[in-house]
């Protein structure tokens, strides 16, 4: 067995089963990514963690809090 996936394996089985697990589970791992979120960010988000992560991944989006917080903050000592 070797260590490199083949791609083919992964393409025949998504498509012979059904694509919502696929979908289901990428949502599930964007929910845990939204809440392990600092607090700030998350009270920023507005409706129901599953609600928001569902529309990530159907969007093929999925936003980068942390960065742009931080881009919101000012530099200290910058003015």
């Known amino acids: 067995m070797t260590d490199k996936i083949d791609d083919s394996i992964i393409e025949k089985f ?8 696929l979908f ?8 845990e990514r939204l809440s392990n979120l600092p607090y700030t960010i998350k009270k920023a988000l507005k409706g129901k963690f599953t609600i928001a992560a569902l529309e990530h991944i159907a969007k093929n989006e999925i936003p980068d809090y942390v960065v ?6 000012p530099v200290e000592g910058s003015e």
């Open 24 to 31: 289901l589970l990428l949502a599930n791992l964007e929910v």
């Open 14 to 21: 998504l498509e012979n089963n059904n694509m919502t697990y």
């Open 68 to 73: 742009q917080e931080e881009e919101e903050e």
